[in-house]
């Protein structure tokens, strides 16, 4: 089992940065790919970023390339989302999730291939 529990969502105005938090208790966070996705009213959960275990290679959806970066401290059972330039469409419900079947190099992509979610934190960016 992991558990996962963001913090950092808020009201921004448009231009500004936020950044979220995710800390992982449970397996071992080491060996654990990890993903930020989000879901804005009436759409589908969407993948933002995500982060392998082995490599710490990153990968983002188009719509945030440039503007937002994740990251991870194993030590700290820690992962972020430090978001920059941040524009209205940005609105949504964040999750973190955790996939610990992933490969050392892997990103998962889908939510279905995430086994466990956090609550959720709600960023909404004014204009």
């Known amino acids: 089992q992991v558990q996962l529990v963001e913090s950092g969502g808020g009201l921004v105005q448009a231009g500004n940065s936020l950044r979220l938090s995710c800390t992982a208790s449970g397996r071992s966070f080491s060996t654990t790919a990890m993903g930020w996705f989000r879901q804005a009213p009436g759409k589908e959960r969407e993948f933002v970023a995500g982060?392998?275990?082995?490599?710490?290679?990153?990968d983002y959806a188009n719509s945030v390339k440039g503007r937002f970066t994740i990251s991870r401290d194993n030590a700290k059972n820690t992962v972020w989302l430090q978001m920059n330039n941040l524009k209205p469409e940005d609105t949504a419900v964040y999750y973190c999730?955790?996939?610990?079947?992933?490969?050392?190099?892997?990103?998962?992509?889908?939510?279905?291939?995430?086994?466990?979610w956090g609550q959720g934190t709600q960023v909404t960016v004014s204009s």
């Open positions: 982060i392998s275990w082995g490599t710490a290679i990153p």
């Open positions: 999730a955790a996939d610990p079947a992933a490969e050392i190099a892997d990103i998962p992509m889908t939510t279905y291939e995430y086994d466990y």
